[in-house]
């Protein structure tokens, strides 16, 4: 047979302690992403949050529930950026600075917010020292109100000035720091307060200790009667009653319900925060708040947003699934990913199964079939001219039993050797039958053949 028409059957393997190696290194390869996907999917999230308070108060709030969301291991945690107060916040929100912020609904730039929860409500405290004869809005004619955090309170005092047309009542408005009230109460300058905070025990002992408490002097508390025809223009607000005893229980102060308005401090986040990751967060957070409650009265605030479609500040999507008991389970989020798996994980072992046999081979041609080999070699068995080409063609016919024996272990089937074997068994019946064939010649024209298959012979020799 020509080197250049015979096709080479290669039946190298890859050595045991190679194949080994192999198979340990795809273990451990699958092993290290299974495991980086499982630390990926459990590893939690952190979020920044800016938060602060005229008082400081806000920001200590927070960094509990953020201490309580890691000892619950929650998914999500919280990063506190400590500001100033609501006006800063907003900003620092509405800049991008941070991807939650805690604001008064009345504050700031909250275009780009959605709520994720209620922390607490702010009520406005519009008060007058005892023995005052201001008991109502119009009683405050010509007078002065000095407001705790002018800045932070300026839209309240632009729809207190509306509503009950301040302006042409010459009713000024003063901002004053929350240790100067009682220095300006005592020299006049101002002769009513408003304060906006929460309804908690905390605000109704400071405003208790603005001023001297015996049996028959309290504070008067002034009513905004026009609360809910403000909150029906003023979204950010709503019309709120203050208790009956609120501020002394006997005699109680107020004598009456006083009514008031109110704005809540939400947690807000951007909308393209993940919806999961909102619901886990709004999820974590109430828990954290039940946590810490006893440490945190304030916290009894605590409470979902409106989630309805016409809300003042629209729910976060993820909150609103928690809220509505929507959450996706473990299954509705990765069910999609435990259907494709297997069958990428198919195609994947096939590719690996081409490249272990592309590896095994050795060589980037393709292997003739030993069976189209032997079967090729059945004409040329035919005419086959001497006993020279016989023992030939039975050389090449070792060489492609041999090279299937090595392969048989590996990748030829038990009915592929069997057919092999009777394929080799006819050819040998075919040489047999050939050298009886070339043997029952008379000599002359076996001579002939020989010299025919020699080649031409010159007149030299």
Do not use: C
């Not at 407001?147 to 000035?161: D, P």
């Not at 302006?167 to 020299?187: E, G, I, M, W």
């Not at 029952?440 to 053949?449: D, I, K, S, V």
Request: charge should be neutral.
């Amino acid at each position: 047979m020509d080197d250049l028409s015979r096709i080479r059957i290669d039946g190298a393997k890859l050595p045991i302690w190679l194949r080994i190696v192999v198979v340990l290194a795809l273990a451990l390869l699958a092993a290290g992403a299974s495991l980086f996907a499982y630390r990926w999917y459990v590893q939690p999230v952190t979020l920044s949050i800016a938060v602060g308070s005229l008082d400081g108060d806000a920001p200590k709030i927070v960094s509990a529930l953020a201490s309580r969301l890691v000892l619950n291991n929650a998914p999500v945690r919280l990063k506190v950026v400590e500001t100033t107060g609501p006006i800063e916040s907003a900003e620092a929100f509405s800049s991008g600075k941070t991807d939650l912020a805690v604001v008064r609904g009345d504050v700031g730039d909250l275009s780009q917010a959605q709520a994720i929860v209620v922390l607490a409500e702010a009520v406005a405290l519009l008060f007058a020292p005892p023995g005052s004869t201001i008991k109502d809005m119009a009683g405050l004619k010509r007078t002065t109100i000095g407001v705790v955090a002018g800045e932070t309170n300026e839209k309240i005092v632009s729809v207190l000035t509306k509503a009950y047309d301040l302006d042409r009542a010459n009713v000024a408005f003063k901002s004053v720091a929350l240790d100067q009230v009682r220095r300006t109460l005592d020299t006049k300058e101002i002769r009513a307060v408003l304060l906006v905070a929460p309804l908690s025990e905390k605000y109704v002992s400071l405003v208790r200790g603005l001023f001297p408490q015996t049996p028959k002097s309290a504070p008067v508390l002034i009513p905004i009667e026009n609360a809910g025809a403000i909150a029906e223009k003023e979204r950010a607000y709503e019309s709120f009653d203050i208790p009956k005893g609120t501020l002394r229980g006997s005699p109680p102060v107020p004598e009456d319900d006083v009514t008031t308005l109110k704005a809540s401090f939400y947690i807000v986040g951007k909308k393209s925060l993940d919806n999961d990751m909102i619901a886990d967060f709004t999820q974590a957070i109430a828990r954290a708040r039940r946590d810490v409650l006893a440490e945190l009265p304030v916290l009894a605030q605590f409470k979902a947003p409106d989630t309805d479609a016409g809300a003042y500040l629209p729910v976060h999507p993820g909150a609103a699934e928690f809220y509505n008991g929507s959450q996706l389970t473990f299954l509705d989020k990765w069910s999609n990913a435990i259907f494709l798996a297997p069958m990428a994980l198919g195609a994947l072992a096939t590719i690996l199964a081409a490249a272990w046999q592309f590896l095994r081979s050795g060589d980037l041609k393709p292997r003739e079939p030993a069976l189209d080999l032997l079967y090729a070699l059945g004409r040329r068995i035919r005419h086959a001219e001497n006993e020279a080409n016989l023992l030939e063609i039975e050389t090449e016919i070792d060489q492609v039993l041999s090279a299937q024996r090595a392969r048989a272990d590996a990748d030829v089937s038990t009915l592929d050797t069997a057919t092999l074997n009777v394929a080799a068994h006819r050819l040998e019946n075919l040489i047999q039958d050939r050298r009886a064939a070339l043997g029952a010649r008379p000599p002359g024209e076996a001579h002939n053949a020989k010299r025919a298959a020699l080649g031409p012979v010159s007149k030299d020799s």
